[in-house]
């Protein structure tokens, strides 16, 4: 996902501690995403600064609703989203980390852009599968799926019944 300016954060001219700043992800992000089952939606994100001299801890918290399209129905849906990540970012020159949750940041660096980490926290928090509540899917839908699903019985495996035979034997 390639990086939008209105997610940077300039923390060079600002005091060691805690800042905060907020954020609205409406369409345009979800497009910059490029994942074509985000259609859209409205996310609020509040984002949690704590600078010291050579690490910046950030505390997203995102809450909201993104739009898609159900997996069962295939109808438009929106699929409320709610949850927070931690992402630290260690002002260094070494490169390589083991760390998912540290990233390592030049010290000349005067900017942050955490566009990629909000994706990440929006994504990581929606669930697998996204279906309307029961009772909202498009009925025509439903009928027809009805109509095809074939109910059947599961048939026993016959190794089971051998080895059951086997413990009434031992006891």
Known sequence: ME???????????????VHDFDFVLGDDFFAATGVEEYRGGRVKAHVTLDKSTHLLVTNIHVDGEVDML???????????????????????????????????VDPNASTINLTHYLFECISLHLPI???????????????????????????????????????????
Request: hydrophobic share 25%.
């Open 70 to 104: 159900c997996d069962h129905c295939n109808g438009p849906m929106r699929q409320p989203v709610k949850g927070e990540q931690r992402q630290i970012f260690k002002l260094t020159e070494e490169s390589e980390t083991d760390d998912d949750e540290l990233v390592s």
């Open 3 to 17: 990086a939008l300016d209105q997610h940077t954060i300039v923390f060079t001219g600002l005091k060691d501690g």
């Open 129 to 171: 599968r996204h279906v309307h509540p029961p009772g909202q899917c498009d009925p025509e839908v439903d009928q027809a799926l009805a109509k095809i699903q074939v109910e059947h019985e599961p048939v026993p495996d016959p190794r089971w019944d051998a080895l059951k035979g086997l413990q009434n034997k031992t006891t």
